[in-house]
């Protein structure tokens, strides 16, 4: 079945520990997006790529880097330079950018709790 | 940027119908999307608006009027299982960004038998 993928589930880590978090897709989308998400906020857009080996800065990309080495992953890395990384991750991808109901598929999110 | 504004949360009973209401304003809009999120899960795509007017999926409506910067979705029929939350975003039309979504907080629905 076509999908996305995210692992783990859940994710614990210690402070001052980089950790990545996996991202992959099987639709051939060109298009791949990280959010992230708080309690009671909405998703705060991370880092997307328009295209393999491309990517540009969401609103909140301090902390966080990525890489877009093949059109299937998308991988986030939360560094020690977020200052608060606990919280629901999720990659998403779409078919492009051009107008139309491009809408954005959802992987099932990643829990990173780091202690 | 963008600034999308929508209710925090919403309470409606079984069966009853509901609308949850999404205002934006934008420096360029290429489409308003909602989805669906229960607690703990993904968001699911539930309907599109580009142009001005209602769109019916089943027991879902959307509706869009760009020159008020105003959009609702219309649950009929409700069951429990729509208790989830309900996002709003809008897709930016601008050449450096073409293609990105802006969402709202959410709305909590809660539906009581």
């Known amino acids: 079945d076509g999908g996305i993928t995210q692992s783990p589930k859940y994710l614990f880590r210690k402070e001052g520990q980089n950790v990545t978090l996996s991202c992959e897709q099987n639709l051939n989308h060109d298009a791949m997006y990280w959010y992230r998400q708080d309690p009671g906020q909405g998703l705060r857009l991370i880092y997307y790529s328009q295209i393999v080996n491309d990517f540009q800065k969401g609103d909140i990309a301090e902390g966080y880097s990525v890489s877009r080495e093949k059109k299937e992953s998308f991988p986030l890395t939360v560094t020690s330079a977020q200052k608060n990384p606990t919280a629901f991750y999720l990659c998403?991808?779409?078919?492009?950018?051009?107008?139309?109901?491009?809408?954005?598929?959802f992987g099932p999110g990643t829990r990173l709790t780091v202690l | 940027g963008q600034n999308i504004d929508q209710p925090t949360e919403m309470t409606a009973t079984e069966g009853a119908i509901v609308q949850i209401n999404c205002t934006y304003q934008t420096s360029g809009f290429n489409g308003l999307f909602w989805y669906q999120q229960h607690a703990g899960e993904a968001p699911t795509f539930l309907s599109y608006?580009?142009?001005?007017g209602l769109e019916e999926k089943g027991r879902f409506s959307s509706f869009l009027s760009r020159s008020k910067g105003y959009s609702y979705l219309l649950l009929k029929e409700l069951q429990m299982k729509d208790s989830a939350s309900y996002l709003c975003?809008?897709?930016?039309?601008?050449?450096?960004?073409?293609?990105?979504?802006?969402f709202g907080r959410g709305t909590q629905l809660t539906v009581w038998p």
């Open positions: 975003a809008v897709r930016d039309q601008r050449g450096s960004t073409l293609g990105r979504l802006y």
């Open positions: 608006n580009v142009l001005d």
């Open positions: 998403a991808s779409s078919r492009g950018l051009a107008g139309g109901p491009v809408e954005q598929f």
